[in-house]
């Protein structure tokens, strides 16, 4: 997988509160980021530690902090973070020598999460937490156990049946605020744009 790099050079860093667009986008399937992006101290620093000249290894870097902390991410599914780590490594491919856990990379994925927070994306997160652990108690659930002093089902099938018709609900609510979290992205990104166009004369 080729990562794509978009990238200008701008007299100062600019405070986080005045970033107006989003750093990271995915054009024609490859991560592409803002010139903005490498005036930021996590991810230049990403950046300035890959001294090879095509610099692909700081372009997988930052393709991974997009595709772990992004909720537009196609790997935003899989909750458990090593999981989710180990499944973008073998995606972008990454060298094994790549450290997810470095402090430098931690820092990283942890700046992007708490830039893209909006009431969207925390009700998102809430909503396939919901699922997971409804998922995870009906995969465990034995409907055959019993109270030793009863003798009665430990569960009540009832409430097993309630959850399962909540389900789909749940479904249809996650991707409704799936889409909402896209479309504030792309607003965010038309008003990049916007922004962008200042930079035009500079030889991007």
Known sequence: MTVGLFFCILPKEEP????????????????????????????????????SED????NLG?????????ERSDFMHILDDDERAEEIKKFIDLPLSWNDKSKEVVRAIHYYEQLSV??????????????????????NVNMEAVDER??????????ITSAVEKIPKLIKALSEIE?????????????????QSLFDDGGI
């Open 16 to 51: 986080i509160k005045e970033i107006k667009m989003n750093l990271f986008e995915i054009v024609n399937n490859v991560v592409t980021f803002s010139p903005q992006a490498l005036m930021i101290g996590p991810f230049k620093k990403i950046w300035d530690a890959d001294e």
């Open 55 to 58: 610099k692909i290894n700081a």
């Open 62 to 70: 930052l393709a991974f902090i997009y595709y772990m902390s992004d």
């Open 118 to 139: 909006t009431t969207s994306t925390k009700l998102l997160q809430s909503t396939r937490l919901i699922l997971q652990k409804i998922g995870s108690f009906l995969d």
């Open 150 to 159: 009863t003798k009665k089902p430990i569960h009540d099938i009832t409430k």
């Open 179 to 195: 889409k909402e979290v896209i479309k504030e992205k792309e607003l965010k990104a038309q008003s990049g744009n916007r922004t």
